[in-house]
């Protein structure tokens, strides 16, 4: 685990110099298309996935490629760790999160979060952020983007009780847009709030599109049955894999047994 550790501290070292590398070679776009930075911001994501390989011995493989619509969309993956937040960016051709507001007030990395035009809430506005964000989320997919929503709406630890959240549904509904089902299994590879970073193979899992049109509760109780479902199995595999590498699973926040998906876990209150 030595090794492992010193592995994590080379890549975390590096992780965010090569941040600030892209972020420099961003600072140009301010005064370009938005699918100039975009396209930057795309490299970033593919460097760091790259560098996890070399420095980490983290593998990476992506399942259904082939079934990602064209034109506008929401995509709900699972969210356990960072990485899916640059990772998945590449596959999209206009991708657009919701983010909370303070990030765009970090000096060029937040002017860049705005440039591209991301959707940033105001979390005091306790009573008003969902309909903010369904009105602009709306808005964004109607231009044809891909917006990425965590239906979690936080990273979960590999294992905890899934958390759909209903509001998720309401902004689906308003979008009027299919979407795209993520699976994976990165939080065994990149904790949540962990500084190590673990070899073998992380998988990322495009499931079937749902349509549009769904009612709101129909809508999560299917995409979280599908995500959960194949993540679950996902995590299985790479819980096999990691014992076969270490004799055991890492400590990663992982619980001994995946919860099933239970209609109290869904967001409805």
């Known amino acids: ?22 972020i420099l070679v961003a600072v140009p776009t301010f005064v370009l298309p938005r699918r100039a930075l975009m396209r930057v911001a795309k490299l970033w994501g593919q460097s760091s996935i790259w560098l996890m390989r070399v420095v980490c011995n ?29 990772a998945l960016l590449q596959f999209f051709d206009a991708p657009v999160y919701i983010l909370k507001r303070e990030l765009t007030w970090i000096p060029f990395f937040g002017w860049l979060l705005m440039k591209a035009d991301m959707i940033a809430i105001n979390r005091q506005k306790r009573g008003r952020i969902l309909m903010e964000m ?15 929503i965590f239906p979690e709406g936080t990273r979960t ?24 089902p ?22 990322v899992e495009f499931l079937d ?36 590498l270490f004799g055991r699973v890492p400590s990663t926040n992982v619980q001994t047994a995946a919860p099933k998906v239970a209609d109290r876990d869904l967001g409805h209150r």
């Open 1 to 22: 685990m030595t090794s492992i550790f010193v592995r994590s501290l080379i890549y975390n070292v590096l992780f965010y110099l090569l941040l600030t590398f892209w």
């Open 134 to 148: 369904s009105r602009r989320a709306r808005e964004e997919v109607h231009r044809g983007r891909q917006l990425i």
């Open 182 to 203: 993520v699976a994976l299994n990165s939080g065994l590879f990149w904790p949540r709030r962990q500084f190590m970073r673990y070899p073998g193979t992380l998988v």
């Open 58 to 86: 983290t593998k990476v493989e992506f399942r259904g490629v082939e079934k990602i619509p064209q034109g506008p969309l929401i995509v709900a993956p699972k969210h356990q760790s960072m990485w899916e937040t640059f």
């Open 209 to 244: 599109p749902l349509p549009a049109g769904l009612d709101r509760r129909t809508f999560i109780e299917q995409v979280s049955k599908l995500v959960e479902t194949a993540s679950n199995r996902l995590i299985e595999a790479g819980r096999k894999e990691q014992a076969e």
């Open 157 to 180: 630890a590999v294992g905890a009780p899934p958390n759909y959240k209903a509001g998720v549904g309401q902004i689906y509904a308003d979008c009027g847009a299919p979407c795209l």
